[in-house]
């Protein structure tokens, strides 16, 4: 298999399906839903047992691989979703419920699982950070899940399968001498074990944001605060609809996970609440710097007000002395003085001075915390 399949390809414009084109079809309509992030559709095709493994590269215009015997196993991961006549003839030949090929078209579901009988059909987020733009990917992956096979669907390449094909691909790797409900574990645990790279992104983005409110606090400093907390958000509410797909899968309502898995199972929703655990403690940082944030603001516009309301007081008393010798009286102190109008500057200026010998002595005009 050609080196870097699975790395994600170069797009020059995201296109993406509007939800009013779905609007009035009837259900099970195939429609794309979501943005287009893969030109072509491309599939692996990997057929093993203990004994035997096979694996291919193909393309939609070669023959999809046939339902296989009950003692060897084919997982088929697709990967692009543009093509929704293929996508329609695959689900004929595996016998897929038009609803599981709506679901699969429709990326923006959250997390689910859902026994059709024949097949258990799971939907799952999955998440990267980018540490470069600081933003959150996101991305849905289809399982359908059968008596002998799994086939997998996403809208482009993103490598979170690749450690599961290195362990079917070693010979003797107890993964190969399973039954397939151990393959939808190994997926599944995948997709969970990135949201902890997840999550060490937004830790690692949140912990100079703590340092940077202390110091020298900034509109695009809460800007920063504002878009990580939306990240965590965003992932918190991923987080919830995944722990229910799981704890589902572990009471034993679905036919298709044995009891050799559930245990496997638990462990990937420990995992689940791990996570969720430490993304609170990352909404709690970022919750105490907007508080430090906003705390700072107002203690710097307290502070601002506080020096104007000096500098008004400073000039209160001038105010004041001339407001008293513009009066027109008839008989006023120092109207027929020489220096009288000195004199009341004099007295102003005095005033003033004393008032910011006052003030300084206070700190009251420093507009940094005197404290």
Not at 125 to 140: G, I, P
Not at 173 to 179: D, I, S
Request: aromatic share 8%; glycine share 6%.
């Amino acid at each position: 298999m050609p080196k870097g399949q699975d790395e994600p390809p170069r797009m020059k414009k995201r296109r993406s399906t509007s939800h009013s084109r779905k609007a009035g079809l009837p259900p099970g309509t195939l429609v794309h839903i979501g943005e287009i992030r893969a030109d072509h559709t491309t599939l692996t095709s990997i057929s093993y047992d203990s004994a035997h493994f096979t694996e291919k590269l193909l393309s939609t215009v070669e023959p999809t691989p046939q339902r296989v015997g009950p003692h060897e196993f084919t997982w088929l991961d697709v990967r692009g979703l543009r093509d929704v006549t293929w996508l329609g003839n695959l689900g004929k030949q595996f016998n897929l419920h038009p609803l599981i090929l709506e679901d699969i078209l429709n990326t923006h579901q959250r997390s689910k699982v859902e026994d059709y009988g024949d097949v258990l059909f799971c939907v799952v987020r999955l998440f990267a950070w980018d540490a470069t733009s600081q933003s959150l990917e996101s991305d849905q992956i289809s399982l359908v899940l059968g008596r002998n096979f799994v086939l997998s669907f996403q809208e482009r390449s993103t490598g979170v399968f690749e450690p599961v094909r290195e362990r079917l691909r070693a010979p003797g790797t107890p993964l190969r001498n399973k039954p397939i409900d151990h393959l939808a574990h190994a997926l599944i645990d995948s997709i969970v074990d990135r949201y902890f790279l997840v999550v060490e992104g937004l830790d690692t983005a949140a912990a100079p944001v703590e340092d940077a409110v202390l110091t020298h606090p900034t509109p695009a400093i809460l800007r920063t605060i504002n878009g990580l907390r939306h990240e965590v958000q965003t992932i918190r509410r991923a987080i919830t609809p995944l722990r229910e797909v799981l704890m589902t899968l572990n009471r034993g309502e679905s036919r298709f996970f044995g009891d050799e898995v559930r245990p496997y199972l638990r462990d990937v929703l420990d995992h689940t609440m791990h996570v969720q655990e430490d993304l609170d403690s990352v909404r709690d940082v970022l919750s105490g710097a907007l508080e430090i944030y906003l705390s700072s603001v107002s203690n710097r516009l307290n502070l601002e007000v506080r020096v104007l309301a000096v500098l008004t007081t400073l000039f209160l008393p001038a105010t004041l002395i001339a407001g008293v010798f513009g009066m027109n009286f008839q008989d006023m102190p120092w109207r027929d003085v020489h220096d009288g109008f000195w004199l009341a500057i004099s007295l102003m200026a005095v005033t003033a001075t004393v008032l910011a010998a006052i003030f300084w002595r206070r700190k009251w005009l420093k507009t940094d915390d005197p404290n």
